[in-house]
């Protein structure tokens, strides 16, 4: 069988190491031809040195010496800077990109990829957010398929399968509900970084554990959701399951509802996406029903966790509207990391953006190019920095 040759794009965050381990547990199956990452060039020469690419990019060119040193006494090819990772992803050698870096950096190599032909494992959801309807014209006009990494959206994904020409009812995606659940506007104003950082069910990056904590994670994934599976908003609702065992579901046209299962392990979506349209065995730890006896549904707290408001309203109005939400979102996410402002001036940023920053109908790529920079400023100066 033909190894399928993969591109991580971000290959030292959370889920680019574990598409390493499930590349090294997939041998026979995977290839790495591309590592890139932004900063950790000591972990990416690790990689480098154990899965021995064609070639590697370190975003940061102030690393280029570092690891262009480091692998000198090997073949794999070393380049820096952002623009290299939107020419590597076009090498005739791949044939699925995982595009798990963070955040807004992940669109214009994604674009580049499919405008090349390339399937897509996407993991970087900012990228549908930002420019879904261009994004998705595209992939369709080049034929390429866009997996989706995302736990929620694979489960869909993977409920689809067998039914991809039946008309989806609604989309009903789970959310933990984070480590605030049940939490009030006057508690969260109190809430520190510590706190926010530490999921309950799942260990990721920092900006998505923040994102997870404010509910903006699962805004980011409603939109998603519209763009991934051709659905109207009204056809996407969010249900909180603090379990996280039922991944998401959908409900088709005679009412019956698919759901797919599991524990909480990102390795799965992330072999699920490489592997399609197989299923690879793995010795992921398996759900035992005896160990959950109660699974537990409920509405999402919307006017405590705003952010998930400002998502629907987002994708609601569109245009580029959601680009300034998530720029907005970026600046803050990162503000409140560095302890600049507290849990609740997120959601005033955010909205804060959304109104005032100049609105277009119809945007095109540098439209949204414009507005991503355009809000990062104007968010900035609203922060005073
Ligand atoms: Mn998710």
């Known amino acids: 069988m033909q190894k399928k040759r993969i591109a991580i794009l971000g290959s030292t965050g959370s889920i680019g190491t574990q598409a390493l381990e499930v590349i090294e547990a997939n041998q026979n199956r995977f290839e790495v ?96 957010v ?74 990721m990056g920092a900006k998505i554990t923040i994102d997870s904590a404010s509910l903006m994670n699962k805004g980011l994934e409603v939109i998603e959701a519209k763009w991934l599976f051709g659905v109207e908003p009204s056809q996407i609702d969010v249900v909180v399951h603090p379990q996280s065992i039922v991944h998401s579901l959908v409900q088709f046209q005679d009412g019956s509802m698919k759901a797919q299962m599991g524990l ?41 966790f705003r952010n998930l408001q400002l998502a629907f309203d987002a994708m609601a109005k569109g245009g580029n509207i959601p680009c300034i939400m998530n720029a907005a979102n970026e600046i803050a996410v990162e503000a409140f990391l560095q302890d600049k402002i507290g849990f609740l001036q997120m959601s005033d940023l955010i909205e804060t953006c959304m109104t005032k920053v100049a609105f277009i109908t119809k945007p095109s790529i540098q439209d949204y190019i414009q507005t991503d920079e355009q809000t990062r400023i104007f968010a900035k100066e609203q922060l005073g920095s």
């Open 264 to 304: 909480p392990d990102m390795k799965l979506p992330i072999q699920f996406a490489l592997g399609f349209p197989d299923r690879l065995k793995s010795d992921f730890p398996r759900f035992d029903f005896t160990k959950y006896p109660s699974l537990t549904f409920e509405q999402p707290d919307t006017k405590t």
């Open 33 to 128: 031809e591309v590592l890139t990452a932004q900063n950790n060039a000591d972990l990416l020469i690790e990689q480098s040195l154990k899965f021995k690419p064609n070639c590697v990019v370190i975003t940061n060119e102030n690393l280029y010496g570092k690891v262009k040193e480091a692998l000198a006494h090997t073949d794999v090819k070393v380049f820096a800077g952002m623009k290299a990772v939107e020419e590597v992803v076009q090498m005739d050698t791949v044939d699925i990109v995982l595009t798990s870096m963070v955040g807004y950096a992940g669109l214009l190599p994604t674009i580049k990829a499919i405008e090349a032909g390339k399937n897509i494992a996407l993991a970087n959801k900012e990228t549908l």
């Open 130 to 203: 930002v420019a879904g309807e261009i994004i998705t014209k595209l992939a369709q006009e080049k034929g390429v398929n866009i997996y989706p990494v995302d736990s929620e959206h694979s489960a869909i994904f993977q409920c689809l399968v067998g039914e991809f020409h039946n008309p989806i009812e609604k989309i009903i995606l789970t959310a933990s509900g984070g480590p605030f659940r049940g939490k009030k506007q006057a508690d969260l104003a109190q809430v520190t970084k510590a706190q926010a950082l530490k999921h309950p069910n799942w260990v």
